[in-house]
């Protein structure tokens, strides 16, 4: 947490030397905290001598306040009285590039999350009243809730087995993924594919950029916080990491499992230390994997020898945790 807001400037006081002390006055005053002045108009903005300033956006008028605020100021702590997001958004990307901080207030741990996230960007801190100090520790944990980058390896194709019918999952998500980016997948929990999103062009159908198609429904598929589900698991809601082909990762929300009998066939592969990874997944030339560089390969023309993407797990897993117990997968 960056620090305490408060108009107390005792209470204020009483706080550890540690902690940033920001004061909200009416007028810059003289004392060892970080003032914050409260503006309505740009004239008090123009006449402003501290490098912080609060702004109650209620209309168009403090709307344009604060994006001017947002854009010249260190910090600028900006309150909305509507509930709609429209108003942030225009203020973050007024803000776009400025040195300055954007503080939002909240007025709870579900507003945080959604602003934390408008326009991808979301805003650079958030302000709230916490009703109790279990409150503060959610709030800290959600703002240190970034997904980490993987360490992807290059997996070496041993071969293709055609199945016959299976059921498999397309994963639609509410998110547009990047032509380089798609979901790891693998019938075993210590090895996984990067399975490729429908960013692609294909004849006889269009391109659908939330879709990846991932496999059958007893597959794994790597989530946030290093967890693991079935994708027959998944449903509306649900929250599966988007990765790209150099392991940067981001959280994605499931619009819908589509499962469809269809038929299938199995790749198994192998890291450069010998770990085997398999997949199954539907047998059609529009499924596709990807491989070094980003580069689509399509999952009916693999052939032994050709590579892959995909990341190696070092832990087994129970209930898709992650556990240090013996467990083989074949």
């Given at each position: 947490l960056a620090g305490v807001v408060s108009d107390d400037p005792a209470l204020l006081d009483t706080l550890p030397p540690t902690i940033t002390r920001v004061l909200v006055a009416d007028a810059p005053v003289d004392g060892p905290h970080l003032v914050t002045v409260v503006v309505d108009d740009q004239d008090a903005l123009d006449r402003l001598?501290?490098?912080?300033?609060?702004?109650?956006?209620?209309?168009?008028?403090?709307?344009?306040?604060?994006?001017?605020?947002?854009?010249?100021?260190?910090?600028?702590?900006?309150?909305?009285?509507?509930?709609?997001?429209?108003?942030?958004?225009?203020?973050?990307?007024?803000?776009?590039?400025?040195?300055?901080?954007?503080?939002?207030?909240?007025?709870?741990?579900?507003e945080a999350a959604i602003v934390l996230d408008v326009l991808e960007h979301g805003s650079d801190g958030v302000l709230m009243a916490?009703?109790?100090?279990?409150?503060?520790?959610?709030?800290?944990?959600?703002?240190?809730?970034?997904?980490?980058?993987?360490?992807?390896?290059?997996?070496?194709?041993?071969g293709i087995t055609h199945n016959g019918l299976g059921d498999r999952v397309c994963v639609d998500t509410a998110s547009h993924f990047q032509e380089d980016e798609g979901i790891l997948v693998g019938s075993f929990s210590?090895?996984?594919?990067?399975?490729?999103?429908?960013?692609h062009p294909l004849p006889y159908?269009?391109?659908?950029?939330?879709?990846?198609?991932?496999?059958?429904?007893?597959?794994?598929?790597?989530?946030?916080?290093?967890?693991?589900?079935?994708?027959?698991?998944?449903?509306?809601?649900?929250?599966?990491?988007?990765?790209?082909?150099?392991g940067r990762t981001r959280k994605l929300t499931v619009g819908r499992a589509k499962l469809e009998s269809r038929p299938i066939l199995t790749i198994t592969a192998h890291s450069p230390e010998g770990v085997e990874v398999s997949l199954t997944v539907q047998d059609d030339w529009h499924v596709r994997v990807l491989g070094p560089g980003g580069?689509?390969?399509?999952?009916?023309?693999?052939?032994?020898?050709d590579e892959l993407l995909g990341?190696?797990?070092?832990?087994?897993?129970?209930?898709?945790?992650?556990?240090?117990?013996?467990c083989k997968e074949t």
């Open positions: 001598t501290t490098d912080a300033a609060f702004v109650q956006v209620r209309d168009d008028r403090t709307l344009k306040l604060a994006c001017a605020a947002a854009v010249r100021l260190g910090h600028t702590v900006v309150a909305f009285t509507d509930p709609t997001k429209i108003p942030l958004e225009i203020v973050i990307a007024a803000a776009d590039g400025a040195p300055g901080k954007l503080i939002t207030v909240v007025a709870d741990l579900e916490p009703r109790d100090a279990n409150d503060v520790f959610k709030l800290a944990r959600l703002l240190e809730a970034t997904t980490p980058p993987l360490n992807l390896t290059t997996l070496t194709v041993e210590s090895g996984f594919i990067l399975c490729c999103s429908e960013t159908m269009p391109t659908r950029p939330f879709r990846v198609n991932a496999g059958a429904l007893h597959s794994y598929v790597l989530g946030p916080d290093n967890r693991t589900n079935y994708l027959s698991e998944l449903r509306s809601g649900s929250t599966v990491l988007a990765v790209n082909s150099e580069k689509v390969r399509n999952v009916t023309e693999l052939q032994r020898g990341y190696i797990a070092t832990e087994q897993r129970h209930v898709g945790i992650p556990i240090g117990e013996f």
